[in-house]
């Protein structure tokens, strides 16, 4: 089944504590992408990912780290996490990047991770 | 910082009656619109990709129509049923960038 796989679902941690939210989708997808979704706000881009080893920041990408060294592994890396990064973080891909244009574009999301920093 | 609005912010209809709302996002530079629908505890799924003025879309009984000139999109459910229930979000995507910017959501509840 063609998913985009995200873990774990819940996380409650402490301020400070490295975490990392992994995704990881089989779709062979070269665009990924991270949102935090908090209430009031739309989606908003932390960071996405064109190819293997090709970053880039979002909107709000302080705060996190990202990789893509493999073409379906996309984990978000939060080194000393703070409670203001208490949030419903999405993981997305899409075949191509958005500028390709097109149905391609559209990206497939993972079930998402509800995180809270004590 | 791109402006992209949806109204109304929530909406509550009757099964069995038709309705839509609007996203609004600059009417320059267009590159394409997204429109996506998000069931409680569920992930937001792809509806329509529009990346042409004038373009109208169809999924069953869901529709949606473009107009890149004057910066706004349609999303029409006809028949509501309470399994329409859910949010949805439109994402703009402006020329020259990599970054599809989401609206807030219309939130759609049909009552049975």
Same mark, same amino acid.
């Given at each position: ?118 | ?41 569920? +992930?937001?799924?792809? *509806? ?5 003025? !004038?373009? @109208? %879309? ?7 129509? /473009? ?17 329409? +229930?859910?949010?949805? *979000? ?5 020329? !020259?960038? @990599? %970054? ?7 939130? /759609?509840?049909?009552?049975?």
């Amino acid at each position: 089944e063609a998913q985009v796989t995200q873990n774990p679902r819940y996380l409650i941690t402490v301020t400070g504590k490295k975490l990392t939210v992994t995704c990881s989708q089989n779709m062979n997808h070269e665009y990924m992408s991270w949102y935090r979704q908090d209430p009031g706000l739309g989606l908003r881009q932390i960071y996405y990912s064109m190819n293997v080893e090709v970053t880039d920041k979002g909107d709000v990408p302080e705060g996190y780290k990202v990789s893509r060294k493999e073409k379906r592994n996309f984990p978000l890396i939060l080194e000393s996490p703070s409670p203001n990064q208490t949030s419903l973080y999405f993981c997305a891909s899409s075949l191509s990047s958005p500028r390709t244009g097109g149905a391609r574009e559209k990206l497939f999301f993972g079930s998402g991770t509800q995180l809270s920093v004590l | 910082i791109l402006n992209v609005e949806q109204s109304p912010q929530s909406l509550h209809v009757q099964e069995g009656d038709s309705t839509n709302f609007t996203c609004s996002f600059p009417s320059s530079n267009f590159y394409a619109l997204h429109w996506y629908r998000w069931e409680t505890a569920k +992930s937001p799924e792809a *509806l329509f990709v529009m990346t042409l003025n !004038g373009d @109208e %879309k169809k999924k069953g009984r869901i529709s949606a129509t /473009l107009n890149t000139k004057e910066g706004y999109s349609y999303l029409y459910i006809k028949g509501s049923q309470p399994e329409d +229930s859910a949010t949805y *979000l439109c994402a703009f995507l402006q020329g !020259g960038s @990599e %970054k599809l910017v989401f609206g807030k959501g219309t939130k /759609l509840t049909v009552n049975p």
